[in-house]
T-cell receptor
Framework: GAVVSQHPSWVICKSGTSVKIECRSL??????MFWYRQFPKQSLMLMAT?????????EQGVEKDKFLINHASLTLSTLTVTSAHPEDSSFYIC????????????FGEGSRLTVL | SQQGEEDPQALSIQEGENATMNCSYK?????LQWYRQNSGRGLVHLIL?????REKHSGRLRVTLDTSKKSSSLLITASRAADTASYFC???????????FGTGTSLTVIP
């Protein structure tokens, strides 16, 4: 199955700085990747759909300028949390879907962001 | 959550017992999936059931789907301590592309 790698696994930053999280699809060319956010003991919230070569599609209520997504190649999508604040502290997880209607999502191991 | 509710929120059982988790969703779907998450880790796909299916089995897992009630259940038989994790259902809201997750059930299997 598709293997998805995320980096970094953990990141701690100061308020006001920007943090970039990478999501790589190691054995599958993904035209679409998905970014989720998860607060402690809560469910995953879909933030945006990353589309290779075009703009990401953001879910309602997610700030585009706050969470910048770039999907420059078929194997790499990046999420940049800009001007991070403590409330942005969360677990960010990316996933890859093999294609429309094929179902199964393959998830990265997640990136835990702590903003001081 | 973006998709619906799961119940119970938490479930604690003895090893060897069966665990049943329920998921309700809000919109029409193409398929529904169940995932498992160990604490602080990514999610692992367990099973997918399509909207035209009513029941599906995979090893010790049994999933049912009732589209008229917009609900699904996951049954884990003969539970093991290693089954301790959070379990989430996810649906595609009919898009077949984006998937939205339920609130999850935290399962603890006591050895």
């Amino acid at each position: 199955g598709a293997v998805v790698s995320q980096h970094p696994s953990w990141v701690i930053c100061k308020s006001g700085t920007s943090v970039k999280i990478e999501c790589r699809s190691l054995d599958f060319q993904a035209t679409t990747m998905f970014w989720y956010r998860q607060f402690p003991k809560q469910s995953l919230m879909l933030m945006a759909t990353s589309n290779e070569g075009s703009k990401a599609t953001y879910e309602q209520g997610v700030e585009k300028d706050k969470f910048l997504i770039n999907h420059a190649s078929l194997t790499l999508s990046t999420l940049t949390v800009t001007s991070a604040h403590p409330e942005d502290s969360s677990f960010y997880i990316c996933s890859v879907n093999r294609g429309r209607n094929t179902g199964e999502l393959f998830f990265g191991e997640g990136s835990r962001l702590t903003v001081l | 959550s973006q998709q619906g509710e799961e119940d119970p929120q938490a479930l604690s059982i003895q090893e060897g017992e069966n665990a049943t988790m329920n998921c309700s969703y809000k919109t029409s779907i193409n398929n529904l999936q169940w995932y498992r998450q160990n604490s602080g880790r990514g999610l692992v796909h367990l099973i997918l059931i399509r909207s035209n299916e009513r029941e599906k089995h995979s090893g010790r897992l049994r999933v049912t789907l009732d589209t008229s009630k917009k609900s699904s259940s996951l049954l884990i038989t003969a539970s093991r301590a290693a089954d301790t994790a959070s379990y989430f259902c996810a649906t595609d809201r009919g898009t077949g592309n984006q998937f939205y997750f339920g609130t999850g059930t935290s399962l603890t299997v006591i050895p």
